[in-house]
């Protein structure tokens, strides 16, 4: 009874900091705010309209290819000199990128000519922007050339059927990421600034003097940044489901119940971050240093099957990778509370391993 009233004692004084502190106000309303907008509105990956220039021997040649591309979605035909090699240097030139050198057919009038392959010419830099434009374009030319053999309606053809996303829309790729996301950005940086601004201000020098064990500090600052974190996992995945139609095909309590062990998780890692340095600004650094790399190796920014193997494993230990999985089991295949419960057990076993750490590099006295 001694030790609840003591947590309870230190999540109040902890609660009524986070109150007051404009930072906490920042990283608990303000950045997420700004990550729904952006990630919402202004990245579209699925619209971009990819510049393609076009060359051919003959004008007509030229009219014919731009007449039938422009009936392709995502892409912008370019005007300009049509002459054969000017799709090429549109693309060198980074006015284009995609360029469509239109061979010269072998006719009655010039029947020595050698038939060269239509070629598209690719600006690499962005294959993400440019693969799907390459793809239309091809089935493009196929389906030119089956129209013009009649055999458009000969055979059964072909159906494209997606699953989970009939629209490819992608949006509902990333916002089910985002809500992990938010709260480990959130948690870590918050957990990590805990002790660090106590260091600075000296109120951690009055709590060693306390009749306080370690567990009951922790688990007392531990506790209001996880139910903090929950509450900011349901806004981020109202505002996905009520601004961008975002589907809830599973069970979305199993979700729910995860967020407060994945909140737990990062708070305890920026706790024990937060344990190891000195100033606030080591601390952020640290949340930094650790965030980035889940980001980028979760399946969040890339697809998680493309990362080479080693790439994989480091990946797995983050428990973002996990929830990101949950997160789309739940809202788009429509999984089962087991299921989706069962991606927790990663998470359960960083918030032991990131607790033990915190509580070994925590100091018991009085330096």
């Given amino acids: 009874m001694i030790g609840l009233r003591r947590i309870t004692a230190i999540a109040r004084v902890e609660v009524l900091r986070l109150l007051r502190s404009r930072t906490t106000f920042t990283l608990l309303v303000v950045v997420p705010a700004l990550q729904v907008l952006l990630f919402g509105y202004a990245i579209r990956p699925n619209v971009a309209s990819v510049r393609v220039a076009i060359a051919a021997p003959t004008p007509a040649n030229a009219a014919d290819a731009a007449r039938a591309l422009r009936r392709l979605p995502g892409l912008e035909i370019l005007d300009g000199p049509s002459t054969p090699g000017a ?3 549109a693309v060198r030139s980074g006015h284009a990128l995609i360029g469509i050198e239109v061979p010269a057919l072998r006719s009655f ?3 020595t000519q050698v038939q060269r392959p239509l070629r598209i010419v690719v600006d690499g ?3 993400v922007l440019t693969n799907v434009a390459v793809a239309r374009i091809e089935a ?7 129209e013009r053999a009649d055999a458009a309606d000969s055979g059964p053809g072909f159906a494209v059927e997606r699953l989970y996303n009939a629209d490819a829309r992608a949006d509902w790729t990333f916002l089910p990421a985002l809500i992990g996301v938010t709260v480990m950005i959130a948690m870590v940086m918050l957990g990590s600034l805990s002790l660090a601004r106590d260091r600075e201000t000296g109120s951690w020098e009055a709590l060693l003097a306390l009749p306080i064990s370690r567990g009951d500090t922790f688990v007392g600052k531990l506790l209001p940044y996880a139910a903090i974190g929950t509450a900011q996992g349901l806004l981020v995945l109202a505002a996905g489901v009520l601004l961008f139609g975002l589907p809830v095909r599973g069970s979305v309590a199993a979700l729910i119940l995860l967020l407060p062990l994945f909140a737990a998780a990062h708070v305890a890692l920026g706790y024990a971050i937060s344990v190891r340095v000195r100033t606030q600004l080591a601390a952020l650094q640290g949340a930094v240093a650790f965030y980035l790399p889940a980001m980028l190796l979760s399946g969040f920014l890339y697809p998680f099957e493309t990362l080479p193997e080693w790439a ?3 990946g797995g230990v983050f428990p973002l990778t996990h929830f990101i999985r949950a997160a789309r089991e739940a809202l788009l295949r429509g999984g089962h509370a087991v299921d989706i419960l069962a991606h927790g057990w990663p998470m359960l076993v960083f ?3 990131a607790s033990t750490a915190a509580l070994l590099a925590q100091p ?3 330096n």
């Fill in 364 to 366: 018991r006295q009085l």
């Fill in 140 to 146: 493009g030319y196929w389906h030119g050339l089956a």
């Fill in 87 to 89: 799709a090429e240097r």
């Fill in 312 to 314: 994989r494993w480091i």
């Fill in 125 to 127: 830099t962005n294959p």
């Fill in 351 to 353: 918030l032991v391993v």
């Fill in 109 to 111: 009038a010039n029947p």
